[in-house]
DNA sequence: CTGTTAGCGCTTTCAC
DNA sequence: GTGAAAGCGCTAACAG
């Protein structure tokens, strides 16, 4: 391993002392054009670069920030980890990225090891850790934000999607279609997503005079398989569905296939819902009606957000929410139907 | 702020000096078990964690590492961050995530500050910048491993997967279900990966004693866009075509789209194949035959390579080539058709 | 404009 | 077993 080249280096090979060659590097001011030139010729010659560590220690800053989600081949969360980057790279902050891989345990530790690493900010996508622990695991980090999740007490930001207007903007579209026997693939009962849609869901199910019937939300894996199983027992069990309105749009594939399998055609015996619309939205058959979540948006909100807090703009918590967006497709009937 | 907790204070509330709290948390066996316990309930009290940065410092080890790709939220490349992740956190280390955004002054900007963060250890796929750029660019990177990319003379290690391997599987397959007449959309002109497919492609093709058609060879953007218009292009141009082999599974699914637009039955009419395996393949209508990428599996044994590098177990780069492996759906007619 | 002196918070080395 | 001294590579604060 050929020795980095230290400030001390630099300063010899150019016949100054260490502060000027700081200097030049920080592009401080107070430097004669002579010197400043004869010290980055040293610099470009030895091909030097400072040491961020060495840096940091001094400054205590470290120009980094953590950035946690349970799965960055979700492209829900990629789509944010993308946005986050792409800000904070214009900010010139370096990202760690750590997956928890929706275990609390490990979402502690590397909450913990970000600690350590001394990020300057936080952002959180969709923790699974109960608010005493959360509120526990960010106490000593400086900077947070968090996405997807709120902590009820303390004074922690967050950018939320409102899912709860998402699910009824669906619902009413389905209600103008003219469909009456609604049914939810409600996704992971844990989940705080779920019960925001649900809560859209039951709302404007009222909002349209129609009977919440608890027996036709049905919890499910939040994936392919989760949707069919659950849609092909709904289906056999309540044969006059005919509209299911589902937790994501992976879920909803599930569904469309399960519907198909059961010889029903879509959208005319049954008219499916998705949520999300991941670029598989309109891709299936039949396209899906789904929501629009802004995910890159999110991203780029959350760091936004987080920056000001870095700088100390605005040290009070702020809650953004975004609004999602109808996004309307085949597998649904149109309204005039 | 509140003020950060520091080796020192720990040292003052135990009473030790703060080389007896030092070994305490590396776990150093020199120290006496009262003291090691009145230690460590000094810890806790203080809630102290150590900072990695002065650790580093005092170290010269960061175990931190760098994954450059050219977009997290392309699913190819969010498996194999996945993947990387997995691994290194298992070892104890950070990854800073970037994203090149196929820009190659991007591209050398993440490298440099990756440099300056001290990273230990880089993984980058897919780069765009040409040999010269990156070899100087890892010049004084202690250890890299790449992605999807050879540099010639240098001896950088590299994992690989065998586009050339795959595309012959696809097309032996193509021409055993009876096709002669086939066209690939070969993707962006400017890729490395096409050109190993594309060779793959000519090979089998003389193999099958077919003549190479140049004219069938269509340039066309990554993308579900990029295939339906180069799909339809050559349809229309040559109306004898039976079979398109696509760059990816995204291009396939525009040609499945374009195809089908024009009347085409699938894949009676056309057969149509894709490339990685991503989700969306087996979820369109209908299903694609593609050529299985372990990305998952890519970013594991990347980091696994890493890792020996960063020890010195084998300081000699190494070429790990990974097979694709054909996945057969419904987007191809069977061999016996 | 430039250099000197102190640290930043930890580990390494060597005494005791 | 424990501690004192020095230093990792840089910047802050002051001197000249």
Redesign the interface.
């Known amino acids: 391993?050929p020795k980095r080249v230290t400030i001390a280096d630099v300063a010899a090979h150019a016949g100054v002392s260490h502060m000027t060659v700081s200097r030049v590097i920080n592009g401080a001011n107070a430097v004669s054009e002579g010197t400043r030139q004869r010290v980055q010729a040293a610099i470009d010659d030895l091909?030097y670069?400072?040491?961020?560590?060495?840096r940091?220690?001094a400054t205590q800053r470290?120009r980094?920030l953590g950035?946690v989600v349970p799965?960055?081949?979700n492209?829900f969360f990629?789509?944010i980890?993308?946005g986050v980057?792409?800000v904070a790279?214009a900010a010139?902050y370096?990202?760690?990225?750590?997956?928890t891989?929706e275990d609390p345990e490990?979402e502690l530790s590397?909450l913990?090891?970000?600690?350590?690493?001394?990020v300057e900010g936080l952002i959180l996508c969709s923790s699974r850790l109960d608010d005493k622990d959360l509120d526990l695991a960010l106490?000593?980090h400086?900077a947070t934000v968090l996405i997807n999740r709120r902590l009820p007490q303390p004074d922690v930001s967050a950018v939320l999607v409102d899912y709860e207007l998402g699910a009824r903007l669906l619902v009413e579209h389905i209600v103008q279609a003219g469909r009456r026997n609604l049914a939810f693939l409600a996704g992971p009962s844990a989940s705080q997503s779920r019960v925001w849609r649900e809560s859209g869901y039951s709302k404007a199910l009222a909002a349209a005079d129609l009977p919440p019937r608890p027996a036709r939300v049905r919890s499910c894996a939040p994936s392919?398989a989760g949707g069919q199983e659950a849609a092909r027992a709904l289906l056999s069990e309540y044969p006059e569905i005919d509209a299911l309105l589902c937790y994501n749009d992976l879920v909803a594939?599930g569904a469309l296939q399960a519907a198909a399998a059961l010889g029903r055609r879509l959208p005319d015996d049954v008219a499916v819902t998705g949520f999300d619309d991941i670029?598989?939205a309109a891709?299936?058959?039949p396209p899906l009606t789904t929501c629009r979540v802004p995910r890159?948006e999110l991203g780029v909100q959350a760091m936004k957000l987080l920056w000001q807090h870095i700088n100390g703009d605005s040290s009070s918590p702020a809650l953004i929410t975004i609004p999602p967006e109808l996004v309307i497709r085949a597998s649904t009937p149109s309204p005039a139907t």
């Open positions: 391993m091909g670069r400072p040491s961020g560590i060495a940091s220690l470290t980094t950035v799965d960055v081949s492209p990629s789509d980890v993308l980057e792409h790279y010139n370096n990202v760690f990225l750590c997956n891989e490990r590397v913990h090891s970000l600690e350590e690493k001394q106490r000593n400086p392919v594939v670029a598989l891709l299936v058959t890159y």
